[in-house]
């Protein structure tokens, strides 16, 4: 039987984890995996209020995510944000050599801050455990001195400055995931490109079809869905490798396809607008003036 835990504070990470250490600030936290001697022996889904960077050197494949068995690989890393839920399938014996740390930080840690505005920009948060960032040893020794910085600072007396300098070492650790990722979308970029092909093939069918009108337009969840990548994840990929992200490429697939129709039949442009799959014509219009400049009834006169 599954066991659901909701860490809502610091203490509950470190009772989690087994660890009596004293805690030492309210909304953040570093584990050292090291020092974990027992672990909870229940299969556990586990979700918490914070933000979580968990790095493990060890290999471990007993982790879900949305149901789905995930190859933890030694040397990777997964970013978690608030409320999202991981599935442990924990064996009776831990693993021998258990190593790595895990980053937890409240919202309310930078909710007044520059960086609280920046969090939407580092989109690996929404991506699936499967979609991991795999770390090159270099890479690996510049994340954990990072987090020797946030450690070291949470083992001093917390006086004005605290907050300020958790928070920027915090934006620093973060920034360099996003340096690494964008290594990885480079790194595995024949990986890539097969997943382009696919998307595009998807958006190919789908505007083809007789019945967009009814099933509505192509979102970037369906995409996702079709290629099994979350949907953050195979929008940064697309954007990487074509400079288009995952509704540009469904918005220009929609207009090629409203283009056509507009010169090879006699359909109003509200027709077209709903065989679209648009609720509302004037949406279309708007959307096809932005994307092309005119309006559909200019371009059809003009062409």
């Given at each position: 039987m599954s066991v659901f835990i909701d860490l809502k504070t610091i203490p509950d990470v470190f009772r989690f984890f087994n660890?009596?250490?004293?805690?030492?600030h309210p909304l953040v936290a570093v584990i050292n995996f090291s020092e974990v001697t027992h672990f909870i022996s229940e299969n556990t889904r586990v979700s918490?209020?914070?933000y979580c960077l968990l790095f493990k050197n060890y290999n471990c494949n007993n982790v879900k995510y949305g149901r789905k068995v995930v190859d933890f690989h030694d040397g990777s890393l997964i970013c978690l944000a608030p409320n999202q839920v991981l599935e442990l399938d924990v064996e009776e014996e831990e693993p021998e050599g258990m190593r790595g740390w895990g980053l937890f930080f409240h919202p309310d840690l930078i909710r007044a801050t520059s960086l609280h505005d920046k969090m939407k920009d580092y989109?690996?948060?929404?991506?699936?455990?499967?979609?991991?960032?795999?770390?090159?040893?270099?890479?690996?020794?510049?994340?954990?001195?990072?987090?020797?910085?946030?450690?070291?600072?949470?083992?001093?007396?917390?006086?004005?400055?605290?907050?300020?300098?958790?928070v920027s070492s915090i934006e620093l650790l973060l920034n360099y995931c996003s340096r690494f990722y964008?290594?990885?979308?480079?790194?595995?970029?024949?990986?890539?490109?097969?997943?382009?092909?696919?998307?595009?093939?998807?958006?190919?069918?789908?505007?083809k079809g007789d019945d967009i009108g009814d099933k509505g337009l192509p979102t970037v969840k369906y995409l996702s869905e079709q290629?099994?990548?979350s949907p953050g994840y195979v929008s940064d990929l697309l954007k990487k490798e074509t400079g288009k992200n995952a509704q540009d490429h469904i918005h220009f697939h929609l207009i090629e396809e409203a283009k056509h129709t507009l010169l090879s039949t006699d359909k109003s442009v509200g027709e077209i607008a709903y065989s679209l799959g648009f609720e509302y014509p004037q949406y279309f219009n708007k959307l096809f003036k932005l994307k092309t400049g005119k309006t559909p009834v200019e371009f059809r006169s003009m062409n």
């Open positions: 660890l009596n250490g004293n805690v030492q918490g209020n914070y989109s690996f948060f929404s991506y699936e455990v499967s979609e991991a960032l795999h770390l090159s040893e270099k890479e690996k020794g510049i994340l954990t001195d990072c987090i020797l910085k946030i450690r070291d600072e949470l083992e001093e007396n917390i006086d004005v400055h605290s907050q300020s300098i958790l964008g290594r990885q979308f480079i790194t595995r970029t024949s990986n890539n490109r097969s997943v382009v092909a696919q998307v595009e093939h998807i958006l190919r069918l789908y505007f290629v099994h990548l």
